[in-house]
């Protein structure tokens, strides 16, 4: 890794500017602010916006950039986050409808209908679901919608008020519980077996008439697939308990399996994990929610249908639970997600996942050489989460392995795991860089036990090292401090 | 073509490692049952076939002068904006959990967040939320928690798609939407809710509102337009507790709608109840300035259950493409902006009103948006100007019958307010 910034922090963009210096101009018009407003509504004070020139922009976010890894600079194994390399034929792509504004005539984006309604449909027989809404803007987005059409659901059969439970068992991805909370339930953790999976005896002791859904992840995130899963669900409709299934970690078993014949109702997708679209450092995403037909009126207002060769919105939907996202949802990614679908094709999609599965196994057992253990170690599929040799800590490793050039893997989840490293390789990487990985992480965990004091010190390489979050949160400074 | 870099031979050795043949045995110990489901998918296209054929769907859209608004509209973005924010380090960087190497998305969040805290004038924001409807929903969910009550006021002029999502947000926990004219405010009330310039575009003092729901214990919540306050008074300064948006007008495309983001600020006091990501300045063991994600226990991967929110993925490229955008115009091109903006919509509102049977609903002042009740249906106003190259006349039927909404913006020229003017004219 190398950083191109001499000694002393880096500027802030405020701390680049001077007084009176101007940047791009936009398009003027002469006009005077007090003949539109009265001087009453006027803002008192400017904004204290950096005043800096094009040029020092450009410096300034080029400079910055060189401070920040990413999948097109490095090895990114972030464990359930899928950090796939992004092909820019997807960016080209959607730069091709930047122009379009969402109150124009439906009669003149039927090109954008088109492929929304598409990529609905692929989507659908890629989960194997009779229904779908693009509307979500995120993965925990699609979950809230999904879990407010369960709810909605519930209601019209009049069992709502009885079925306030929801169970996510203890692996579970930390915006399941919050998801269900925000929809309003209550929820209770269901424990794993000795071999990762779901307890399902114990799962089956908390079903019952009081609880609405469970919220499952398959593969979950030891990377394991609930092989008793179609017992599960149907345990569980028997119930009249709704199956949820989050999409995180699609990428393992797209177009192999399908949640939908798995027996779950409700599935959201992460189109910017599984669907090659850019992360962006925190997002857009995309979680399209697909249903099965039983759900079907409750999906969120407008959805995008076909007549003939014409393509509408359909608000006209009395049983949905409303809107989540202004607008349509984030097109752009949409067009991103369509364009990876059309290039794989079925055989492309089930390679990559197969060639993903490939990768994490492979690179398990590198590590395993090296040391590391594999507490719950079935046959993981696209991730896996290993634990270092006693007596090293998780958070050590990975500020060591920025050292080496690689963005350490997800740490310290699933919780129960202890000093977890969770590890998704994606199946865009090569065989050398998962040795190269494996090599490193096992030089630091060598190194690491003879010295522990180097290893308490990483990284050294990076911008700034190991910062003091403890001062960050006691007295937190969240803007510029201008005086 | 599925980006993978394996050759067959490697491929055969990697499985051979693992003690498997084929590719299938990966898949091996699941239910037979599941495997391999007839799915139906086009089949593969190359890189340029592909490319061509979204080409093709992108024909069939009809692009024009836009006139349209109701938080999203055509503005100016700087050539820089696409350059920078599309550079791979930030593009395909995931969340910035590990800090040390993430040092320019967290120094971008937080400068982002300055710039929101000052545009808004309130004391601190987070790294950004999904839209503007979905984080007025957020908004209204915190004031909810600060004020422990269910209750919420609703200004009948915000706009209605925030309305309804508002609205499913609120059901699934149980508090109840009251809509209000006006600025009296109900017994009860958690969250007082405006917009700040309103819907249909107008732009009033909102500081007897914000003292109305003060001597009623509610925290005053306020919709607003990013660029309108560079301009004019921000919510801050009127006594807003809360405020929030859509961030599109700054550095981002139209996209039909999205990814945008959206953004939401709060007074001090209110900062433990935001939900998010923030971006926080702190140094390390030499005494380095750097950022770090700051008081993530307020969030879903620690909190689980009890988080402020199940947010995780926001918008944050989008929220970068603004930090840029603000950072190229500056205080004063983004005023210019925001006044060249108003003076177009202005000019614009009078050209229409020539109209013979077309009558205002908005009264100046007004910023970028207003409304008119037209003498037939806007459905077929809107199809006609599209028709001729325009795309203006929302149909907003709950604010009357005919009512339809317009806005302008600074790239638009005399010549093509004019030209818009005549062809709706002609067809209205």
Known sequence: ?????????????????????????????????????????????????????????????????????????????????????????????????????????????????????????????????????????????????????????????????QRRVVLVPDSAHGSNPATASMAGFEVREVPSDADGEVDLEALKRELGEHVAAIMLTNPNTLGLFERRILSLTEAAHAAGVQLYYDGANLNAIMGWVRPGDMGFDVVHLNLHKTFATPHGGGGPGAGPVGVKAHLAPYLPVPLVEKEGDRYRLDFDRPKSI????????????LVRAY???????????????????????????????????????????????????????????????????????????????????????????S?????????????????????????AGAPYTTPVGRLDEVKANRKPVLTYPFD | MDFAPHTEEEIRAMLGALGLERLEDLYAHLDHELLNPKITLPPPMHEDAVLRHVEALAKKNQPGRVFLGGGVRDHFIPAIVDELASRGEFLTAYTPYQAEASQGILQAIFEY???????TGLDVANASLYDGASALAEGVLLALRATRRMRVAVDRRVHPEYRQVLRTYLDAVGATLVETEGDEVPDGAGAVVAQYPDFLGEVRDLAPRAEAAHAKGALFVVATDPLAVALLKPPGAFGADVAVGEGQPLGNPMQLGGPHFGFIAVRGKLLRQLPG????????????????????????????????????????????????????????GLKEMALATAANARRLYQLLLEAPGVRPLTRPPFFAEFALILSKNPEEVRRKLAERGFHGAYPIPEYGEHAALFAATERLTEDEIEAFARAFWEVV
């Open chain 1, 322 to 333: 409303g809107r989540v996202r202004s607008f349509f949802g984030n097109f752009g990614v």
């Open chain 1, 1 to 161: 890794m190398s950083y191109c910034w001499p000694e002393g922090d880096f500027p802030l963009i405020f701390e680049r500017a001077k007084e009176g210096r101007r940047g791009t101009r936009p398009p003027r018009v002469e006009a005077d602010p007090e003949a539109l407003f009265g001087p009453e509504l006027l803002r008192e004070a400017p904004p204290r916006l950096p005043e800096v020139s094009e040029l020092e922009v450009v410096r300034h976010y080029t400079n910055l950039s060189r401070r920040q890894i990413g999948v097109n600079t490095t090895f990114y194994p972030l464990g359930s986050c899928t950090m796939k390399y992004n092909p820019r034929a997807l960016e080209a792509a959607a730069a091709r409808f930047s122009d379009l504004h969402p109150y124009q005539d439906p009669a003149s984006f039927q090109g954008a209908l088109a492929l929304m309604y598409a990529l609905g449909e692929y989507l659908k027989a890629i989960t194997g679901m009779d229904a779908i809404t693009l509307q979500p803007a995120a993965g925990a987005h699609g979950e809230l919608t999904g879990m407010l059409v369960i709810r909605a659901y519930h209601k019209d059969r009049g069992e709502l008020d």
């Open chain 2, 113 to 119: 967040q300055t710039m929101i805290a000052e545009l």
């Open chain 1, 339 to 429: 364009v990876y679908i059309r290039m794989l094709g079925l055989e492309g999609l089930k390679r990559a996942a197969a060639l993903s599965v490939l990768n994490a196994r492979y690179l398990k057992e590198k590590l395993k050489e090296k040391g590391f253990s594999v507490p719950f170690d079935g046959p993981t599929m696209h991730e896996f989460v290993a634990q270092p040799p006693a007596g090293l800590k998780a958070l050590d490793l990975a500020k060591a392995l920025l050292d080496k050039g690689f963005h350490p893997p997800t740490i310290y989840f699933p919780l129960i795991v202890k000093e977890a490293l969770m590890i998704e390789p994606t199946e865009t990487e």
């Open chain 2, 277 to 332: 990501r923030l971006a926080g300045l702190t140094t390390d063991h030499a005494g380095r300035r750097g950022f770090v994600l700051a008081l993530s226990a307020r969030e879903q991967h620690i909190r689980r259950a009890k988080a402020k929110s199940n947010i995780t993925t926001n918008s944050q490229n989008m929220a970068l493409r603004a930090a840029i955008a603000l950072s190229a115009l500056g205080p004063e």
């Open chain 1, 431 to 455: 065989k050398e860089t998962l040795e190269a990985f494996a090599e490193a992480l096992g030089e630091i965990a060598a190194r690491g036990q003879e010295d522990p004091d180097w290893l």
